[in-house]
């Protein structure tokens, strides 16, 4: 920030649940995995009721089909939600999502999530096991953060998400077998396809990559979308007023997800429109350097994130994450 402003840790530590404390410990201060503190706030995330209830709705993944890529409450997200505070392949209950998980992968290398498509859209109307690039990359980011990055199987989705990236990015991608494509430009690249790809390759190790384009040409997607935000949407995904409002988890196209994805990268980091965009982010902040939600996703209401009245410890560690990797730049 430029006023001098830095992360409110010591806020941080004492009114965040526990998962926002050990992300905090280990994301802005930087304690290792074994220090006892960041061991006592891990023990504490692993047996908040909260997190448990997730684990245990995931037993029967897939689980019901999804019908809107942005339904918060669904098995996806909280997938990713689990993966992105730091849960791994052998914290309890864990063993039998991720290998329900790694048992759905289809033949190009893709894994798979129920999905229901109504006729009017191409689809059957029935749920069907199968992949899109707005979902598919979500999958590969948790198993990768679960600790499966050198698993084959991981493998093989890294590979098929490498060969579908495009000069401009990520186009509109599904199954084959699938007559669906999103309602744009089919030369333009889909902005949430090329995010949620970028961030999985992240999550797997974007080093596979160095050299070949893959990761630069996501980051220029969005960076270019950022570039046209006053011409027109692409593939619908605008960057207006509710892109730029602060909410969590992170599920949809905004300005915390894009921000916290394009951060991940040196390459982003030191971009012009990067920074703007972050520029943006951080002046929402109060004089405490908190933010406060300007949205929620009512499917987490149980939780401190989506409470629009108050400051929150969630937003505020991922978007203080955020503005620290920048300053490697």
């Given at each position: 920030m430029n006023d001098g402003r830095k992360p409110p840790i010591d806020w941080l530590l004492e009114t965040g649940d526990a998962w926002v404390q050990y992300r905090t410990r280990i994301d802005l201060?930087?304690?290792?995995?074994?220090?006892?503190?960041?061991?006592?706030?891990?023990?504490a995330m692993l047996a908040d009721p909260r997190v448990k209830s997730l684990?245990?709705?995931?037993?029967?993944?897939p689980g019901p089909p999804l019908t809107n890529h942005r339904k918060a409450g669904h098995p996806l997200h909280r997938l990713a939600f689990l993966a992105g505070i730091g849960l791994r392949a052998d914290d309890p209950g864990m063993a039998t999502i991720i290998e329900r998980v790694l048992e759905r992968q289809s033949g190009e290398g893709a894994f798979?999530?129920?999905?229901?498509?109504?006729?009017?859209?191409?689809?059957?109307?029935?749920?069907?096991?199968t992949w899109m690039l707005c979902d598919a990359p979500t999958?590969?980011?948790?198993?990768?953060?679960?600790?499966l990055r050198d698993d084959p199987r991981v493998g093989r989705a890294v590979e098929h998400l490498r060969g579908l990236v495009r000069e401009n990015g990520w186009p509109c991608a599904?199954?084959?077998?699938?007559?669906?494509?999103?309602?744009?430009?089919?030369?333009?690249?889909?902005?949430?396809?090329?995010?949620?790809?970028?961030?999985?390759?992240?999550?797997?190790?974007?080093?596979?990559?160095?050299?070949d384009g893959t990761v630069g040409r996501g980051i220029e997607a969005l960076l270019w979308h950022w570039d046209i935000q006053k011409?027109?949407?692409v593939y619908m995904f605008g960057i207006g007023t509710d892109f730029r409002k602060p909410?969590?988890?992170?599920?949809?196209?905004?300005?915390?997800?894009?921000?916290?994805?394009?951060?991940?990268?040196?390459?982003?980091r030191s971009d012009p429109r990067f920074r703007a965009m972050l520029g943006e982010l951080l002046e929402q902040?109060?004089?405490?350097?908190?933010?406060?939600?300007?949205?929620?996703?009512?499917?987490?209401?149980e939780w401190e994130f989506a409470d629009k009245k108050h400051p929150s410890p969630a937003i505020t560690l991922v978007a203080w994450r955020t503005a620290l990797r920048s300053l490697a730049a």
């Open positions: 201060l930087g304690q290792p995995e074994t220090d006892p503190d960041v061991r006592a706030a891990r023990a684990i245990a709705s995931l037993q029967d993944w798979q999530v129920a999905i229901q498509i109504g006729k009017s859209y191409g689809g059957s109307g029935e749920a069907t096991l999958v590969l980011y948790a198993l990768c953060l679960f600790g599904v199954d084959p077998a699938l007559a669906f494509r999103g309602p744009g430009r089919k030369a333009d690249p889909c902005p949430y396809a090329s995010l949620v790809s970028l961030k999985a390759l992240a999550a797997c190790g974007a080093e596979r990559l160095a050299g011409e027109r949407k909410k969590f988890p992170l599920v949809w196209y905004d300005i915390l997800h894009v921000t916290d994805v394009l951060s991940r990268f040196p390459s982003a902040a109060d004089e405490a350097g908190r933010f406060t939600p300007a949205s929620m996703y009512r499917d987490w209401k």
